[in-house]
Nanobody, 120 residues
Framework: QVQLVESGGGLVQAGGSLRLSCAAS????????VGWFRQVPGKEREFVAG????????YYADSVKGRFVISTDNVRDTVFLQMDSLKPEDTAVYYC?????????????WGQGTQVTVSS
């Protein structure tokens, strides 16, 4: 069982930045694809950004391209989501998720989420 813990959420004004972190308890993300998702109450959870299990490729939703960057540290024990030029519509609970050695299909492990609120 992989436990994921997100951190770094908070309240920020429009145009500001936040950096979210996702850590896997007791292990690294080596051989795991990691994705960031977000959800607003009453709406479906949506994909935001992802990094392939090899770490060689990244993917972004059109709504965040050019503003958000997903990355990992050198030892791949933390995955970051740098969010710049934030907009009120980015307000949501952000979740990280991972799956082992696959860049397709459902994610197997999920964190509890961290709230991001962007004020106008």
């Amino acid at each position: 069982q992989v436990q994921l813990v997100e951190s770094g959420g908070g309240l920020v004004q429009a145009g500001g930045s936040l950096r979210l972190s996702c850590a896997a308890s007791g292990r690294t993300f080596i051989d795991y694809a990691v994705g960031w998702f977000r959800q607003v109450p009453g709406k479906e959870r949506e994909f935001v950004a992802g990094i392939s299990w090899t770490g060689s490729a990244t993917y972004y939703a059109d709504s965040v391209k050019g503003r958000f960057v997903i990355s990992t540290d050198n030892v791949r024990d933390t995955v970051f989501l740098q969010m710049d030029s934030l907009k009120p519509e980015d307000t949501a609970v952000y979740y990280c998720a991972s799956r082992w050695r696959s860049d397709y299909g459902t994610y197997d492990y999920w964190g509890q989420g961290t709230q991001v609120t962007v004020s106008s």
